[in-house]
Structures are given as C-alpha cells and as structure tokens.
C-alpha cells in the first residue's frame, strides 16, 4: 500500500511542473491561451484527482490500486470531468469527517454542558475510532518558525484523504470590503488564504478553537465592543463609504450562525500548518471545497459565508443582452450601444441575486499527498507571491510553480 501511495504521489507532484505539462495533453491544450494561474489550478485539479482516485481505490479493494491505470484514467479524462469528480469526493470527505464528531455528540447527550476540554477529549476518541486521524498543535519541529506551534496528527492519514479543514470567515467577492481593516486587510493577519474562486477565508478570529478565545469569534465585521459599535453607527459620511458596514439584519444572522458552530472541532487546524523547510517536501495539497449548508452537520463545518449584499445592482454584459430573447431587436440594439457607449448609469443593469449561493457553505481543506504517520507535522506550501520579497525562513518549493500561481 505503501509502495503505491508513493508512485501515485510522485506521479502527481510530477504533474505540477512545466516540464510535466506535456503528459497532460488535454489540461495544456485548454489553458494553452490562458494565463499560468488557470494553469496552476488546472494541474492542480490533476493532481487531486489521481490521489482521490488512489484514496478511492484503496477503500473499495483490499489489494494495491495499479498506479499507472490511475494516471492512464485521469489523463484521458477532461478537466471539467476530474473538476467535478474531486468536488464530490472532498465534499464527501468532509461530510464523514463532521459525521463522526456530529454522531459522538448525539451519543453524549447533554454536550453543550461539558467544557471544552472535555469536548475536544470525546471528539477526539471519536474521530480516532470513525475515521482514523485528528489534529492537534503542538511545537513545532521546523526551525525559524517565530510562532513555535505547528500541526500535526494523531493516527494515520491515508494519502488522497483530508487531512484538517480550514476555518474561519468566507468573503465573496465584493464582500471583502466589509474584511476587519479593510483595504490593508493583511496588515497584521499571517491567516488570510485565498480559494481558486477568489473567495478569501480569514481564519485569525477562529484561533485554536479554545473557550479563552472565544471573545474574538468571530470578531469584526459581525461582533464589535458595544462602544465601537456606537462608533461605527455614528460614524461620517466619508467614513462610512470607506469602512461600509453590513447591515445590521445581516450582521446579526452571520454572528448567529458563527455561534452556533462547534469550535472544539478537532480537524479544524489547517491554518496552523506551517511551510516546509528546505529540502523537505510538503505532505498536504490544498484544496477548495464546497459544502451543503443545510445539513445536519452544519455545527461542524467551520465557516460562515459573507455574501455582498442580498441584491446587487451589476453593468449587464453585451452578451447577455444580445441573447436576450424578451427584447425586441430594436430594443437590444439600443442597449448594446447603451453598454458599450453610454455612462455607466445608462448602461443596462443586472439584478444579482445571493438566494442561491447561500445553499452552499465555501471552505478549504489539506489533502494528503502521501500516507501520513501518527505524530508527523503537517506541512503546506505556503505559495507565496512572487511580486514582494518573501520572508528570510521561506524557501520555495517549486519555484515554477509559484510563478503560474501568481501570473
């Protein structure tokens, strides 16, 4: 099993370099035209589709997956095919990692009454028994990390299986203007990561999860000091252009929904996971991933989206007006030369609506890429920017890889 997980894996990483993109005929003919980050996301998609395909494969037979048919079963399939197979499989993966915890609580009885201790304690027995592994911090073994902490595993982690969830706020698009210190929204903030949708996941006010850092959950914009509210209700014109608030129905059904998520959630970590040192390589992918909000695990999926605002008023493009079956073609002419043409309040106007993105709850998840041992780090390529000068203990991993990341 071993020997296996390690050639798909090796396979895998393979796929992730530009002197690999010829094995991927079909990926490379899409994104040929496109730009490198479509083409990082893409092989990326490769990639997680050969481990979960490895993962999947391990749970149905009791012998060892043949690597080279999985390699042969992903190349011949196209992207949008593998996109929507790792979406399924990780959005499955995760509902059984909340089911575990979720089922140990219906067993306990009484669960909101016991400390968080203790219910890290039952939630750990239980995710051990259901599913094999559970996080935990502990100091780390890289050097240079400044923090000291790093993640880690207890239990065996199979490769292609999620290794932790990571959580905090969702922002959706035009959303991130109302982040906690917006626009400078990464000044002191070592916890914002972006999905391969844009959406960016802020995980700084979830901290480890602990009761003694409850006050900070989930934090602005939905839970301010009374005085500061006062403030920011009061506050000028001007400022409040520049630090818009949400409204106050929408910021108080957010903070509901974030108190009502178990924070003792013992595979919420993954924003603790530190970057690998030199000459190691990293043992966890990351992954987006979309789940059902209306479940009966929802207490264990640890985000909350935050949505622009319910209906949002967007310039209609040239193509949907042309398409429009309803118009006239007089009509039709007359809007077009409208969006292409006109003032911005002339052009013809959208009405989007959040009624439906509300269904599904926008979170991000470490895949393992190989079998990861009990006690072992967890250890995530940072990727980060190539336009600013990375800090003195980052060292990249696959600097081709940053540079399509980041194009």
Known sequence: MLRVALAVASRASACASSSACASVPIVARRHRSSNGRALQDALDTHRLHMLTTLAEGRTRSTGDPDPESIVR???????????????????????????ALASERARLGDFEGRGWEKRVEAHRAAAIREVGHHCFVAKSKVEGVEAGNGLFVRGVVRAGTVVATYPGLTYVGTAMKYMNGYPRVSKDNDYLIVRTDGSVIDAKPWGIGGEDEACFWPGP?????????????????????????????TRLSLL??????????????????????KGT?????????????DTDIRTYIPNVNVMPDDEEETKESVWSIVTDGERTLAKRAQDVAAALFGEDEDAPKVVKSNATESNR???????????????????????????????????????????????
Request: charged content about 30%; aromatic content about 6%.
């Open 281 to 293: 390589l990293p043992n966890v992918i990351v992954a987006s991933v979309d789940v059902p909000a």
């Open 256 to 277: 509901n929904e974030c108190e009502s998520l178990e924070r003792a959630n013992v595979f919420a970590y993954a924003h603790l996971a530190n970057h690998p040192p």
């Open 221 to 249: 914009p939905l839970k301010y000091s009374a005085e500061r509210l006062d403030e920011l209700k009061n506050a000028s014109f001007l400022q409040k252009l520049m630090n818009p608030m949400l409204s106050e129905e």
């Open 361 to 407: 709850i926008r979170s991000l998840v470490l895949v393992a890429t190989r079998d990861i041992s009990d006690g072992e780090e967890i250890l995530l390529n940072y990727r980060l920017s190539t336009h600013v000068s990375p800090p003195s203990w980052y060292t990249r991993v696959d600097p081709e890889e940053d540079a399509r990341r980041w194009s």
């Open 73 to 99: 079963e992903t190349d011949a399939m196209t992207h949008e095919a593998r996109a929507e197979i790792v979406a399924r499989r990780l959005r499955e993966n995760v509902v059984r990692l909340a089911r």
